[in-house]
């Protein structure tokens, strides 16, 4: 076992080095917010529980270094908060031929449902006037058409590398590679560990979308139910229909989760993760609560 593992790990070591080799030029370039002073960040994603968790803390939080993600941009919360990062990795605008690769995996109709959010995110980055720096994958920088002077731009690596621990390390710690692609929390929590954050909070992870998984039994196709955001409208249909399958989507929710467990794992001694969630399936990290995390201020 310890022989297939090293093997393992010693071919995506060389797949690893051989990707950069011929990517140079994108190289990440959020490490140059590295900074050993900074400490503690709330990550703000967009679980159903932010609602609730959040109602009453808002001015504290909007105190602190926050970071916000994907559609965020389009809801109160983000001119209440004001963050200072924002993070996307729904590359749907930034390259056609991702475009088309994404387009495969949803039907029609699931498919132009979801490119509309996201054009108007676009739309709103170019027209907002609070200042912030934006997160985006480093391969798909040219075809980021944001013209906004009060928005910087700062870069990680989309590449997924499971291998050898200590170059884990390192290749996370420099945002050169992420344990998993499949959740913008994950990219988040990895940016913020690039830029030398001692303290990491998480709010609005619940990520429990699999709780609404099934298999239509006439048609046979996968599809998701129950699919909500915070800042969704109840009123807004729930289901979202897939063009693979209910294994492929548990594939992808287990290298999810790892990913969360080998971050704890790698970087509990640099820095402290704490899921502040009030409902969530991430068991990786530690909880806290956000009154005992502000001192009690808020509610």
Not at 190 to 207: E, F, H, N, T
Not at 238 to 264: K, T, W
Request: contains cysteine; charged residues 20%; aromatic residues 16%.
């Amino acid at each position: 076992m310890q022989i297939k593992k090293f093997l393992h790990d010693s071919i995506e070591t060389l797949a690893f080095a051989k990707y950069w080799l011929l990517h140079l030029y994108a190289i990440p370039t959020i490490t140059k917010l590295y900074d050993k002073d900074n400490d503690e960040i709330f990550v703000v994603v967009n679980g159903p529980s932010l609602q609730g968790d959040i109602a009453g803390y808002e001015s504290l939080i909007a105190q602190k270094d926050v970071l916000m993600v994907n559609q965020a941009i389009q809801t109160p919360l983000f001119e209440i908060l004001k963050p200072k990062y924002y993070a996307i990795v729904d590359t749907i605008f930034l390259s056609e031929s991702y475009r088309k690769a994404v387009k495969t995996h949803f039907d029609e109709e699931s498919f132009d449902r979801v490119c509309v959010p996201f054009q108007k995110t676009f739309e709103l980055f170019n027209a907002t006037e609070h200042n912030f720096t934006l997160f985006v994958p480093s391969t798909f920088m040219e075809g980021l058409k944001i013209t906004n002077p009060r928005i910087s731009t700062y870069t990680f690596s989309l590449y997924d590398f499971r291998g050898f621990e200590w170059l884990e390390k390192i290749a996370y710690k420099k945002a050169l590679a992420m344990p998993s692609s499949d959740n913008i929390l994950i990219f988040a929590i990895v940016s913020a560990i690039a830029m030398g954050y001692k303290r990491i909070y998480l709010l609005g992870c619940d990520q429990n979308a699999f709780l609404g998984y099934y298999v239509d039994n006439k048609t046979n196709k996968f599809s998701m139910r129950n699919y909500k955001h915070f800042y969704t409208n109840n009123n807004e249909s729930d289901q979202v229909s897939y063009a693979f399958s209910l294994g492929e989507m548990l594939y992808h929710d287990s290298l999810m989760f790892r990913a969360y467990s080998q971050l704890q794992k790698l970087f509990a001694s640099e820095c402290a993760i704490f899921n502040c969630s009030s409902n969530s399936m991430i068991d990786a990290f530690p909880r806290a609560s956000l009154d005992s995390v502000l001192g009690g201020g808020g509610k």
